[in-house]
């Protein structure tokens, strides 16, 4: 019999190394994001990065699992993506 895999389980058992001097992620535009209607990166990022507050996006890099969906996934190409620094990111423990 399969055994199901809880995501959240796993996501949880992800170590960060938070760089607090550099944010790997950014909006290119905030204004592009408000005209934005149907935002997808609040649904297409599996670690709930994006977050719509107070008629503003914003962005929790520090739990980015380094996936590259939002590369692609913004239709305006607003999103300023690169790798984290060395020594900073996520770090996947698999098993
Ligand atoms: S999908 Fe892109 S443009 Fe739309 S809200 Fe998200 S980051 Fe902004
Ligand atoms: S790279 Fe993946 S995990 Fe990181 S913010 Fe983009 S969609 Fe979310």
Partial sequence: ???SVNI????GATKFFVDEEYA???IKSPEVCHNCLSKP????CPAGVYRFSDNKLVVSYQACLECGS???G???MNIHWDYPRGGFGV???FG
Avoid at 8 to 11: H, S
Avoid at 41 to 44: A, I, Q, V
Wanted: hydrophobic share 30%.
């Fill in 91 to 93: 770090s996947y423990k």
């Fill in 24 to 26: 790997h992620l950014k």
């Fill in 41 to 44: 990166c609040l649904n297409f």
């Fill in 74 to 76: 913004c239709p305006f």
């Fill in 8 to 11: 959240d389980e796993k996501i």
């Fill in 1 to 3: 019999m399969k055994k």
């Fill in 70 to 72: 939002c590369r692609v």
